[in-house]
Structures are given as C-alpha cells and as structure tokens.
C-alpha cells in the first residue's frame, strides 16, 4: 500500500512540475473567454511555443548537465542551496520569454504574467538560500495567485479553473508531503508566498 502511495505522489508531483505552470497559464488565458483568448490562431502558436522552448524545454535539459558536473547531486536537488545554480540558469530563458514577448503586439496581460514567473523564480533563489522551501507550491501558488487576479481585473468566468486549481493544491500538498520531499511549513508557505507574488502584477502594472 506504501508502495503504491508513493507511487501516486511521484506522479502527481511530475505532472504538476513547476516548470510547466507557466504552460498552464497561457493555455487558461487561451481559454478565458476574455481578449486574451481572442489572438489569431498563429500567434497563439509562436507565443506557446516561445513559452514552452525558454520555461520548460530549456531547462530541463540544463538539470542532466548540472548532474554530470557535480554542481547538485541529484535530480531531486535536496538540499535548498543545490537549487539556487539551476534557478540561476533557469532564469536566463524566462527573461528572454518576457524580453520576446514584450516586444509582440500581443494583450499584455501575457507579458505581466511572464513578469510574475521571473518573479517566482528570483523569490525562490533569495529563500533557498536560508530555507528548503516547496517550490512545487510556489508553482501551484502562483497559478492560483494569477487566475483569481485575472478573473477580478479582466471578469473572467474562471470559477472552473479555480476549482481545478484548488483540487490539484492539495493533492500536490499531499503528494509532496508523502514522499518526504518537504515538511508542512515549507509546502504551506511555498503556496501562499506563490500566490501572493503572482496575484500582485495584474494590480501593480
């Protein structure tokens, strides 16, 4: 029972990696109902694309190479200060993302929420310092911060979504819990310092 209880937080924690939180996100304003979701099919395409190349392709293709020269240990990265390096490289392609995108003639609420991500990422190099903190939740956190934003600054009909976020929080709550990955304090804080920085941009910009 262990077993397969470990087995179904492994999956649950890779499929709601942060890396693809940013991919979420555009595909909701995709599908919002608001002018976000109104851009011709072809720029759709590019900004997806652009999206997924610099926040999740790139890299989790930089995390094999970190590995090979010794700079973490493991994929898992235990220890917080492991993460600060990769978070570091990481943050080089979201930049690029939000540099690309700012220059498109594209609803800037996209640009905004690109901005809140580098954000995220430069929270949660500052904390690992100090601190393991879930960045899993920060993720997750994050994606419930710009919905509800984005549904009270555009009035968006996102009550599915926020339902759907909700439910995925907890199970990734659980999930990260039950391998042992983090303790309640840093899955709790990670969610509610996600959510906070990412529901700011929509109100400050």
């Excluded at 993460?83 to 979201?94: A, D, S």
């Excluded at 804080?189 to 920085?197: H, N, P, R, S, V």
């Amino acid at each position: 029972m262990q077993k397969t209880l470990q087995n179904a937080a492994l999956i649950i924690s890779t499929l709601l990696h942060p890396l693809f939180m940013p991919i979420l996100g555009v595909l909701f304003m995709y599908n919002s109902g608001t002018y976000a979701s109104l851009l011709p099919y072809q720029a759709k395409r590019i900004i997806l694309l652009v999206i997924a190349v610099n926040t999740c392709i790139l890299p989790l293709l930089t995390i094999p190479l970190f590995v090979k020269l010794g700079l973490i240990k493991s994929l898992h990265m235990h220890h917080h200060r492991e993460r600060i390096i990769p978070m570091g490289f990481t943050l080089i392609p979201y930049l690029f993302s939000v540099y690309f995108l700012g220059r498109l003639p594209i609803p800037g609420v996209i640009t905004t929420f690109m901005l809140g991500a580098v954000a995220l990422i430069l929270i949660s190099m500052v904390i690992s310092i100090w601190w393991k903190i879930s960045i899993h939740m920060l993720g997750i956190g994050g994606m419930m911060g710009f919905i509800l934003s984005f549904t009270i600054r555009l009035h968006a009909d996102a009550l599915a979504f926020v339902i759907m976020v909700v439910l995925a929080s907890g199970l990734l709550a659980w999930s990260r819990l039950q391998l042992g990955a983090h303790n309640p304090p840093q899955v709790y804080g990670g969610f509610a310092i996600g959510a906070f920085i990412m529901f700011l941009p929509f109100f400050l910009l």
